[in-house]
């Protein structure tokens, strides 16, 4: 027999008013290997037929379902009422969505076997396995589970995803410890100090909580700042690094921009020459990451943003024109700091200025080879205040 050239139905009533009563499919026919004797099997039973005495056999006390489902309630009860077994409650709830992203099983099965993105441990996919990859903790993910409560307004509801990321990084706010990691380096070199000059700076690890412990940072002749802090031009509102101004560094000392160099080809900024300005008493708009040449090690970084540009992919004719092009962007150069050596997979951070990242299970530590996710950026507040909102690029 062919695969659906025959079905096994369950004889209900096919005037009934309810149309999954009329005389319901059990069981069809697919050629599709089974789990555990292969090819040799194909005669598989319909969700709607297993769904209820599965949650019977394992004692399930309430079944919790979403709105689409509750015309299938009157079937659920009559399959175990025919078989006499116990019957949970069954409730239906709306379902949750959540912007920028998808949550069906298919379109997840989709994105996975076609390749568009990485395992069902993607980072970028809000699977169980794709969260914790990402660095999501499980207070996180209740604390906004509790916000979003339940309700039975339909399945349209959508939630922003910015509720979740910020119920993520109010708990990642109170247990990770900040330290320092350039995503793309340009070199600073400071012309009026030695070859040798060290300046030692110690930082809390937790700066509303100083008495949980501090770290030491030191500035050298060279460091390394992130080129998106650097600018070959200068622009009005831009405070970052170019040429004449007068920048600060993380609890450190200010230092005066004399020259910025550019690569002639793609005329991205690659080496900068300043003064340390060790004794000036100057405030300055922003005080810059950085990691000085002693301090830095090497390392790779991921930059995990929402995976679909359009607020609700399910609108779409075809879900996948929204996919965002940038949903992950390797740093590959990054740097991070030496402190970070002894860290372990899953193991999380914050860098200052740029978010909180967590390490990859990719990662390798006792052969130095460090790869970190981020988990969600900071509030853009104090960078946009930092490096201008008016910049122009």
Same mark, same amino acid.
């Given at each position: 027999?062919?695969?659906?050239?025959?079905?096994?139905?369950?004889?209900?009533?096919?005037?009934?008013?309810?149309? /999954?009563? @009329?005389?319901?499919?059990?069981?069809?026919?697919?050629?599709?290997?089974?789990?555990?004797?292969?090819?040799?099997?194909?005669?598989?039973?319909?969700?709607?037929?297993?769904?209820?005495?599965? +949650?019977?056999?394992?004692?399930? *006390?309430?079944?919790?379902?979403?709105?689409?489902?509750?015309?299938?309630?009157?079937?659920?009860?009559?399959?175990?009422?025919?078989?006499?077994?116990?019957?949970?409650?069954?409730?239906?709830?709306? @379902?949750?969505?959540?912007?920028?992203?998808?949550?069906?099983?298919?379109?997840?099965? @989709?994105?996975?076997?076609?390749?568009?993105?990485?395992?069902? +441990?993607?980072?970028?996919?809000?699977?169980?396995?794709?969260?914790?990859?990402?660095?999501?903790?499980?207070?996180?993910?209740?604390?906004?589970?509790?916000?979003?409560?339940?309700?039975?307004?339909?399945?349209?509801?959508?939630?922003?995803?910015?509720?979740?990321?910020?119920?993520?990084?109010? +708990?990642?706010?109170?247990?990770?410890?900040? *330290?320092?990691?350039?995503?793309?380096?340009?070199?600073?070199?400071?012309?009026?100090?030695?070859?040798?000059?060290?300046?030692?700076?110690?930082?809390?690890?937790?700066?509303?909580?100083?008495?949980?412990?501090?770290?030491?940072?030191?500035?050298?002749?060279?460091?390394?700042? $992130?080129?998106?802090?650097?600018?070959?031009?200068?622009?009005?509102?831009?405070?970052?690094?170019?040429?004449?101004?007068?920048?600060?560094?993380?609890?450190?000392?200010?230092?005066?921009?004399?020259?910025?160099?550019? $690569?002639?080809?793609?005329?991205?900024?690659?080496?900068?020459?300043?003064?340390?300005?060790?004794?000036?008493?100057?405030?300055?708009?922003?005080?810059?990451?950085?990691?000085?040449?002693?301090?830095?090690?090497?390392?790779?970084?991921?930059?995990?943003?929402?995976?679909? /540009?359009?607020?609700?992919?399910?609108?779409?004719?075809?879900?996948?024109?929204?996919?965002?092009?940038?949903?992950?962007? /390797?740093?590959?150069?990054?740097?991070?700091?030496?402190?970070?050596?002894?860290?372990?997979?899953?193991?999380?951070?914050?860098?200052?200025?740029?978010?909180?990242?967590?390490? +990859?299970?990719?990662?390798?530590?006792?052969?130095?080879?460090?790869?970190?996710?981020? /988990?969600?950026?900071?509030?853009?507040?104090?960078?946009?205040?930092?490096?201008?909102?008016?910049?122009?690029?």
């Amino acid at each position: 027999m062919g695969e659906g050239s025959a079905s096994l139905r369950l004889k209900i009533d096919m005037n009934h008013k309810n149309t /999954t009563m @009329r005389d319901p499919v059990a069981y069809r026919i697919r050629f599709v290997a089974h789990p555990h004797v292969g090819e040799k099997w194909c005669i598989y039973p319909l969700y709607d037929y297993t769904h209820c005495i599965n +949650d019977s056999l394992e004692n399930i *006390t309430h079944s919790l379902c979403t709105l689409e489902f509750e015309i299938r309630r009157d079937l659920y009860y009559w399959i175990l009422e025919q078989l006499e077994l116990y019957r949970p409650y069954v409730w239906e709830y709306s @379902r949750l969505g959540i912007s920028n992203t998808v949550l069906s099983k298919r379109r997840l099965h @989709r994105l996975v076997f076609e390749k568009y993105v990485n395992g069902w +441990d993607d980072p970028r996919i809000l699977t169980l396995n794709g969260l914790r990859r990402r660095g999501y903790t499980p207070e996180a993910i209740n604390d906004f589970v509790d916000l979003c409560s339940v309700t039975r307004r339909g399945n349209e509801n959508i939630i922003s995803i910015n509720v979740l990321e910020h119920c993520c990084r109010k +708990d990642l706010d109170q247990r990770c410890a900040r *330290t320092m990691a350039v995503l793309e380096p340009v070199k600073v070199t400071f012309v009026n100090v030695d070859a040798n000059y060290l300046y030692e700076v110690t930082m809390p690890l937790f700066p509303k909580q100083p008495e949980r412990g501090t770290q030491v940072v030191t500035l050298t002749k060279e460091i390394y700042v $992130d080129r998106a802090d650097v600018r070959s031009t200068q622009v009005d509102g831009f405070y970052g690094v170019a040429p004449g101004s007068t920048v600060g560094l993380k609890g450190a000392f200010p230092f005066k921009v004399l020259e910025v160099k550019e $690569d002639p080809k793609t005329k991205q900024p690659v080496s900068v020459t300043a003064e340390l300005l060790q004794d000036a008493k100057i405030k300055t708009k922003t005080h810059l990451h950085f990691i000085s040449t002693k301090d830095a090690v090497q390392c790779e970084v991921r930059l995990y943003d929402v995976l679909f /540009t359009a607020e609700d992919p399910n609108s779409l004719d075809d879900y996948l024109t929204g996919l965002n092009p940038n949903s992950l962007v /390797t740093c590959h150069g990054a740097l991070m700091h030496k402190i970070l050596l002894d860290s372990k997979v899953d193991d999380k951070y914050q860098f200052q200025r740029l978010g909180f990242f967590v390490v +990859d299970p990719d990662s390798v530590p006792s052969a130095g080879r460090f790869i970190w996710n981020r /988990t969600v950026k900071l509030v853009d507040k104090e960078k946009q205040k930092a490096l201008g909102t008016t910049a122009k690029k």
